[in-house]
Nanobody, 124 residues
């Protein structure tokens, strides 16, 4: 099972940006599908963005489209989530996740490896 270490959360004001990072214990390109989840207090965990190696497919939940960008860096075995134009409703604990899913629809993946989470707080 791959180990994931996520970081980069913090406290920002509305409209500001953050970049979350996730370092994997194996080559990032050996992982078929990776994603970022978030869970706000009192709410269910939701998939925010995902990236599949097959076809380089990406998925974004509607509320972050145009504001968040998922990417990876082979040289650093890292996954990133660039978050721009942050809103208070983006406040949550964010988790990096990895899956063996090898299809074209990363939102369909069953994620089995998780980071410990990094907290994002956006004030109004």
């Amino acid at each position: 099972q791959v180990r994931l270490q996520d970081s980069g959360g913090g406290w920002v004001q509305t409209g500001e940006s953050l970049r979350l990072s996730c370092v994997a214990s194996v080559s990032i390109f050996s992982i078929n599908t990776m994603g970022w989840y978030r869970q706000a207090p009192g709410k269910e965990r939701e998939l925010v963005a995902a990236l599949a190696s097959l076809g380089h497919s990406t998925y974004y939940t509607d509320s972050v489209k145009g504001r968040f960008t998922i990417s990876r860096d082979r040289n650093k075995d890292s996954l990133y989530l660039q978050m721009d134009s942050l809103k208070p409703e983006d406040t949550a604990m964010y988790y990096c996740a990895a899956s063996d899913y090898s299809g074209y629809n990363p939102e369909s993946a069953d994620f089995g490896s998780w980071g410990q989470g990094t907290r994002v707080t956006v004030s109004s």
